[in-house]
């Protein structure tokens, strides 16, 4: 418990510390004014992974969520303290005494990217094909919703099946964004070919695997705070190379420095390193019912793991996480056990669970004897083909051998990888999540029956109906311990093995103003330009 609290006080501090981060990085060195941005110039952001479809109903990766901040807004968005915060709505809900009716009053006169008016009957088509469209992965972070009814031009009216807290904080993510409705009827399904939203930017081309740039945008309602004429977003997938890019001056801001990089960085005199503790997690998603690919019918694979609980959890504790934290990303992030992040003020609900960030090898050997089954244990485990994941793959491969598991490490590109998991074609899969400042969006669509994101294949009523009842209450005491309990769950269940929260690093360029990261981890350049 001393480990918890010491950690909670110092991560909640360091919380609070990222607004101040991101504004020292605006204001330059030595807390001086901010500088003027000029107007015109191209920014190059170096992109640590491809993101996968430009389309707001059905994308899922991160750095996607990074190139839709320039080019999608939302009924909702953080501020730099993790506050929700109006975007295209023009307040906060107004919410019926049952909770059942959310009235949102829109902003006016605000137009998308094709010239076609932004309007409640614009919102009430985007809400309704994040529902309705096939391979949907907002379809479940807004399922609550029963129907949407466009009251007027500018105001919108949702109609709920039940209570469901997280709500707002669903619109301020991915469901919130809103796409013209004229490009959704040309394009359809193809909308991520040439996406239209309302944004400080437009998209202008994608060529795969190497850059995708967006324009400014002459129809967006605040372009006079918009001073760059473009933004190129490059696939830097090896992390040494997104380095030396940038100290060439080649690219301008760097996504997530890996660790062993920071300290270079920090003393090149061109450079400004933003450290931005997040409310994501990292970990291993294990396949234990995925068998006809996410969503249909989910049947246990059959695999050792699959199998048995035990095995998972002898798995687990084979792993030793302050070592992986030490010696893959010298000691720069927060070893833990859960979804929840310490920056997230539902950190509380972690209090007094069970979290060994040390290998408990005896106890981990002693649970593979008693299952019975024959060692080596074979597990196949996908990682990304960077440099730092094989580091981890590797460091995992070693402490889990001596427990009797067997680990075959299988470096797939990050899209294909995702798109495999969804199909079910994979034991064990390294990946993680850039977190939500509500809860259910970290728990929910990962290991609920009716998960978008369930690709573990993981179904137990029991953690359904906690979940499902924690979306409906209304306080956040009876949210806190029906979220503790579901943890319980998840932690015993184990379909996934959460390994640590990142400690994100992101490298700018000194000659350029008005790039901010908060605590989400992404990368905040609309408003940014360059001086002198």
Not at 314 to 320: E, K, P
Request: glycine content about 8%.
């Amino acid at each position: 418990m001393t480990r918890k609290h010491a950690v909670r006080a110092f991560w909640l501090g360091a919380a609070c510390a990222v607004a101040a981060l991101g504004l020292a990085v605006a204001a330059g060195a030595g807390g001086k004014a901010t500088p003027q941005p000029k107007n015109g110039g191209t920014l190059v952001i170096g992109l640590a992974e491809e993101p996968d479809a430009l389309d707001p109903t059905l994308a899922r990766t991160f750095v996607g969520r990074i190139v839709f901040l320039h080019m999608c807004e939302k009924l909702y968005d953080l501020d730099a303290k993790l506050h929700i915060v109006p975007q295209l709505a023009a307040a906060l809900p107004q919410v019926s005494k049952d909770k059942l009716t959310y009235t949102i009053k829109l902003r006016s006169g605000v137009k998308f990217n094709d010239g076609t008016p932004f309007n409640a009957a614009a919102v009430k088509t985007s809400l309704e094909r994040h529902l309705t469209l096939k391979g949907s992965t907002r379809a479940s972070e807004i399922s609550p919703i029963a129907s949407v009814d466009a009251n007027g031009a500018n105001t919108v009216v949702l109609h709920l099946k039940t209570p469901f807290s997280p709500l707002t904080a669903q619109l301020a993510d991915r469901a919130g964004m809103i796409m013209s409705p004229k490009a959704i009827e040309s394009l359809g399904d193809k909308f991520a070919t040439n996406p239209v939203c309302v944004g400080p930017f437009s998209f202008k081309e994608r060529v795969a695997g190497d850059h995708i740039t967006l324009v400014k945008s002459n129809d967006y309602y605040a372009k006079a705070k918009v001073h760059l004429a473009q933004i190129v977003f490059r696939i830097l997938t090896d992390p040494n190379a997104r380095t030396q890019n940038l100290r060439a001056g080649d690219i301008q801001v760097l996504d997530r420095v890996q660790s062993t990089d920071v300290p270079t960085l920090q003393k090149t005199s061109s450079v400004a390193v933003i450290k931005t503790p997040t409310i994501g997690y990292q970990g291993l998603t294990l396949n234990i019912g995925n068998k006809n690919g996410l969503l249909k019918p989910y049947s246990n694979v059959g695999t050792p793991l699959a199998k048995s609980q035990f095995l998972r959890t002898a798995f687990d504790l084979a792993l030793d996480r302050t070592a992986i934290n030490k010696v893959v990303f010298n000691g720069l992030n927060l070893p833990d056990c859960y979804p929840i992040s310490p920056v997230s003020p539902w950190y509380v609900t972690t209090k007094g669970l069970e979290c060994k960030l040390k290998a408990d090898m005896a106890t981990a050997q002693k649970l593979v004897k008693a299952s019975g089954m024959q060692t080596p244990i074979k597990v196949t485990l996908t990682i990304a083909t960077d440099p730092v994941a094989a580091r981890l793959g590797q460091v995992i491969q070693s402490m889990v051998k001596p427990a009797g598991f067997d680990v075959e490490l299988k470096p797939t590109e990050f899209v294909a990888s995702l798109n495999a998991a969804d199909a079910g074609r994979f034991d064990a899969f390294n990946v993680g999540w850039s977190g939500r400042v509500d809860p259910d969006g970290n728990i929910y669509g990962f290991v609920t029956t009716p998960g978008t994101l369930n690709d573990s294949g993981f179904s137990d009523p029991k953690l359904d109906y906690i979940l499902n009842g924690a979306r409906k209450s209304v306080t956040d005491k009876a949210r806190t311990t029906l979220y503790t309990a579901a943890m319980k769950i998840i932690h015993r269940q184990r379909p996934l093995i959460y390994l640590y929260h990142p400690v994100n690093y992101y490298g700018v360029s000194k000659k350029v103003t008005g790039v901010v990261v908060y605590g989400d981890g992404l990368i905040r350049a609309y408003n940014a330009g360059y001086v002198g």
